[in-house]
């Protein structure tokens, strides 16, 4: 069987080195130290994106669970509704492209086709009424 003994720490029990109760008045912490002054060439080499990824200590594990798989559903949900939205345009596109031109271009030539028949038929009347005989006997005199 073992047997325990307690041996003594007699560096423990010792004064140690340092101002006594008389010299206490005197220490003046208030002043500023090398040892306390902040570097800021640190401060420059830390990014934002550093910082944000320092604050997820500060968020509880379930919480920040609850937020990824909030932000992951929101992802999914995003990433589906552009590629349905993307396809739908594809085909609407498509399809006003493959009919609605080639309707357009027809349209427009029987626009240019009855504007040029209408141009003929007031060419032909205008002919009809020069090459009438006697055109001229029916018209009174302006006052």
Do not use: C, H
Request: proline letters at 6%.
């Amino acid at each position: 069987m073992v047997q325990l003994e307690e041996v003594p720490d007699d560096e423990l029990n010792a004064e140690q080195p340092g101002p006594t109760k008389e010299d206490e008045d005197e220490w003046d912490t208030d002043t500023e130290s090398e040892v306390s002054e902040v570097d800021d060439d640190d401060a420059l080499d830390e990014t934002f994106l550093d910082r944000v990824a320092a604050l997820k200590d500060i968020v509880p594990p379930t919480y920040r669970k609850k937020l990824s798989n909030a932000s992951s559903t929101g992802y999914g949900w995003a990433a589906k509704a552009l590629g349905m939205g993307g396809k739908t345009l594809w085909v609407v596109s498509t399809s006003a492209l493959l009919l609605g031109v080639p309707w357009a271009l027809a349209f427009s030539e029987e626009q240019q086709v009855q504007e040029m028949e209408r141009e003929m038929r007031m060419q032909q009347s205008a002919n009809e009424l020069l090459t009438q005989p006697g055109g001229q006997q029916g018209a009174k005199p302006a006052l």
